[in-house]
C-alpha cells in the first residue's frame, strides 16, 4: 500500500474516534503536563530480540503506540541511532523510514505529536552496502565541524532525516552522547551553529514546527569532560545549558530548549556530590522563566528513570517498577514550572508498569503510588488475583536497581509490603492473567506476566 491509500485508510479507520479525541483534548489542555512524551531508543539489541524494538515492524509499533495513547500519553519521539547515521543505502533502512512515516501518520490521526531527534557530528562508519546494527558495535566516528568540510558533510545528515519527517510537530538538535566535539577548541557555540542552520531550514519545511536545543552532555562540546570525573561533566551541563538559554534571544524564533534535568533526579549524579542533599538545583524555576521571557518552549528530557540501558546489566531486560520515583520527578519539574516532559523507553513491552504510571501521573502527578500500581494490577492480573499482584510489584517498587542506586538521604521510604524476594517468587507463578483487559494491552498480560516472573528471579540483589 503506497502513502497516500495508507493516509486513505488511515482517516477512514479513524473517524469514529474524532468526537472523542476532541472531547480528550479539551480536557488535556487543563493537565499539570500539556505534552506527556516518551522517547523510543531502538538501537540495542537484547534477548528475545522481539523486545528490542531494533526488530519492529509497523504492526508491532502500532500496538506499542495504542498503548500509550490508552495511558494518556500525546507524544511520542524517534532518533536516527549511531549505525544508521547516513543517508539509508539499504532495503532494511528504507523500510523503516517507510513504516516511520505510517507511525507519524497514525500519531497525528490519534492526535497525538510526532518529535525527531537529530544529530551533529556523527557519522555512520558502516559500509554503505552492509545494513547498520545496534549501537555497542561502536561503528561510527564524530567530526570536528572546524575542520574545514565537516561542517557541511555533517549537517548534511540531520537536514536530510529534517527533511524526510518534515512533518514532525518538533525536532530536537541534541548536544551530545552522539555527536559534539571534545577537540578542545570547540564549545557550545559550535552545537549552536548546527542549531541556527537546522531553525532556519525548519521554518522554510514547516514553520509551525519547533526545533528544541538539547542540552543533554552538552559537556561534550570542549575540553574531554570526564578529566574531571562525571561531577564534572554534570557541572559542565549546567554551565553550557544556561548559556544555550542566554542566547535565545538571538536564535531563531522557533528555538526551544530540552533540558535533561539530571540534577533533579539522577543517582549518578546525587552519588557524585555527595549525596542529593548536596547536589545543586537544575533547573530552576528562574531558569524556565528565563526562557519563558524570551517566548521560547522548554521540554523536560528526563531519562534511565522508566527504563535503563546495557551500562546497568543488573537493571536490563527486566521489568522496572519506579512509580514513588516518577513521582518525585514530576512534581520537582512541575514547581519549575515546566509542563512538557518526554520520559525514555528501550524495551517498551517490558515497561508497562512503569509506561502505565508514566501516564497516569503525568495527568496527575499527586495520586498515590499505591494507587496507580493497584490500577495496573487489576488491568493485567485475573480480578481475584490482582490484589496479590499488586503486593507483588509492591515489592518490585521497593527493591528496584534504581532504588539501589540512589544515595541514602535521596532514597523514598519503601511501601507497605510483606513480601520478601522468596514469598514474592512463590506469588507471582500463581497470577493468572486477565482475560479481558479495559486497555490494548501490546503484548498479552500472560507475557507480561511471564516477564515479570523471570525479572524477580535476576533482582539477586534484593532480600
Keep these: 500500500m503506497d502513502r497516500r491509500k495508507f493516509l486513505e485508510w488511515l482517516a477512514g479507520s479513524v473517524a469514529s474516534m474524532t468526537t472523542q479525541t476532541s472531547n480528550v483534548r479539551a480536557q488535556q489542555s487543563a493537565l499539570p503536563f500539556r505534552a506527556r512524551g516518551v522517547y523510543f531508543h531502538d538501537g540495542f539489541t537484547v534477548e528475545p530480540k522481539s523486545h528490542a524494538p531494533l526488530y519492529w515492524d509497523y504492526a508491532t509499533w502500532r500496538r506499542a503506540i495504542q498503548w500509550l495513547h490508552a495511558c494518556g500519553l500525546n507524544v511520542i519521539e524517534f ?3 549511531l549505525e544508521f547515521n547516513r543517508v539509508p543505502s539499504t532495503a532494511m533502512e528504507k523500510q523503516k523510514i517507510a513504516d516511520r512515516l505510517k507511525i507519524l501518520d497514525y500519531a497525528h490521526a490519534l492526535g497525538m505529536e510526532f518529535g525527531y531527534i537529530l544529530s551533529n557530528t556523527v557519522l555512520s562508519t558502516v559500509p554503505p552496502d552492509e545494513e547498520p546494527s545496534h549501537q555497542l558495535k561502536n561503528r561510527a566516528v564524530t567530526l570536528c565541524p572546524r575542520a574545514p568540510g565537516n561542517f557541511e558533510k555533517t549537517v548534511a545528515i540531520p537536514l536530510f532525516y529534517m527533511e524526510t519527517y518534515k512533518e514532525a510537530d518538533f525536532f530536537e538538535e541534541f548536544a551530545a552522547d552522539w555527536g559534539g566535539c571534545t577537540c578542545g577548541q570547540c564549545g557550545v557555540a559550535d552545537f549552536l551553529r548546527y542549531v541556527r542552520v537546522l531553525a532556519e531550514r525548519l521554518k522554510q ?3 509551525p514546527a519547533t526545533l528544541y536545543a538539547n542540552t543533554w552532555c552538552i559537556s561534550y562540546w570542549g575540553k574531554e569532560p570526564l578529566a574531571h570525573g562525571w561531577k564534572g561533566v554534570f557541572e559542565k551541563e549546567i554551565v553550557g545549558s544556561r548559556e544555550v538559554i542566554t542566547a535565545l534571544p538571538r536564535l531563531p524564533d522557533n528555538v ?14 546525587f552519588a557524585e556530590n555527595g549525596g542529593k542533599s548536596k547536589t545543586p538545583v537544575f533547573p530552576t524555576a528562574d531558569d524556565v522563566q528565563q526562557i519563558r521571557r524570551a517566548g521560547r518552549n522548554v521540554l523536560a528530557w528526563p531519562h534511565f528513570i522508566m527504563d535503563d540501558d546495557p551500562s546497568r546489566p543488573p537493571a536490563w531486560g527486566i521489568v522496572h517498577s519506579e512509580v514513588r520515583y516518577l513521582q518525585a520527578l514530576l512534581q520537582a519539574l512541575q514547581k519549575t514550572g515546566i509542563d512538557r516532559v518526554m520520559g525514555n523507553l528501550y524495551l517498551p513491552f517490558l515497561q508497562l508498569s512503569n509506561t502505565f504510571a508514566w501516564g497516569r501521573l503525568c495527568e496527575n502527578p499527586q495520586r498515590k503510588p499505591q494507587d496507580v500500581i493497584q490500577e495496573f494490577a487489576r488491568l493485567i492480573a485475573h ?24 544515595p541514602p538521604d535521596g532514597r523514598l521510604p519503601n511501601l507497605p509490603c ?16 486477565n482475560p479481558s483487559p479495559s486497555l490494548p494491552l501490546p503484548v498479552s498480560a500472560e507475557m507480561w506476566l511471564y516477564d515479570l516472573r523471570r525479572s524477580i528471579e535476576r533482582m539477586t540483589w534484593a532480600a
Excluded: F
Design 256 to 269: 526551544g530548549v530540552a533540558l535533561p534535568c539530571h540534577h533533579l533526579y539522577r543517582p549518578l549524579v
Design 205 to 207: 519545511l514547516n514553520p
Design 418 to 433: 510483606a513480601l520478601n524476594r522468596a514469598t514474592a517468587a512463590k506469588q507471582v507463578e500463581r497470577i493468572r492473567p
Design 79 to 81: 532518533a536516527t541511532m
Design 383 to 406: 480480578r481475584d488475583d490482582a490484589e496479590r499482584l499488586a503486593e507483588i510489584l509492591t515489592w518490585v517498587e521497593n527493591n528496584s536497581y534504581w532504588q539501589q542506586q540512589i
